[in-house]
């Protein structure tokens, strides 16, 4: 099984974990400070953007939400940091996720595990993991669609929130003569 980091608890690479830290480092070489703001490597400046596709991406960040403009090119100062630590709003959302993560992660992380247990084999038991991930990533983006079309998010994160929250529900309710 394909660990996330570089290493794994017995410090060998995994090789899941080396595709992702070759990628991460890829794509903070690809990627652009900003659309106005090509990188530097190695002394070149380089963009994915042409001039006008820089042009109308910055337009369209500043005509969504105008304050971006007034912060444009100004350093992030240690009272910004502060700042943001004294936004009640961010705690809810904080106690939110580390909620839905406390119950979503162990269950990734040993799902592959527990269904080889059960007397599949090891591909199998991945297989039959990766259709919960698929079908999250469908739903995830299905929410993100209908949020972004009926301008509203606090439905749609308490829909995702409670549809995670059935599986372990499920499974911890289900009778204890129900096959695999």
Not at 2 to 25: E, K, M, R
Not at 81 to 87: A, E, N, P, R, V
Not at 117 to 128: D, E, P
Not at 162 to 177: Q, S, Y
Request: aromatic letters at 12%.
């Amino acid at each position: 099984m394909a660990g996330v980091g570089c290493a794994d608890g017995n410090g060998f690479f995994s090789l899941g974990g080396v595709l992702t830290c070759l990628l991460g480092i890829a794509a903070y070489l690809y990627f652009p400070h900003n659309a106005a703001r090509p990188k530097d490597l190695f002394g070149k400046s380089f963009s994915p953007f042409t001039s006008r596709e820089a042009s109308v991406l910055v337009t369209r960040i500043i005509d969504n939400d105008p304050t971006k403009a007034l912060r444009y090119g100004k350093a992030l100062l240690p009272f910004h940091i502060l700042q943001t630590f004294g936004d009640w709003r961010l705690y809810g959302h904080l106690v939110a996720a580390l909620l839905s993560m406390v119950m979503i992660s162990p269950i990734n992380t040993y799902a592959p595990s527990i269904i080889e247990s059960l007397g599949f084999t090891s591909l199998q038991a991945n297989g039959l993991n990766s259709v919960g991930s698929i079908g999250a990533l469908i739903w995830s983006v299905s929410l993100a669609f209908s949020s972004d079309k009926f301008q509203e998010s606090g439905l749609h994160i308490a829909i995702g929130y409670l549809w995670g929250a059935i599986g372990p529900l499920w499974l911890a309710l289900a009778p204890e003569n129900v096959g695999k």
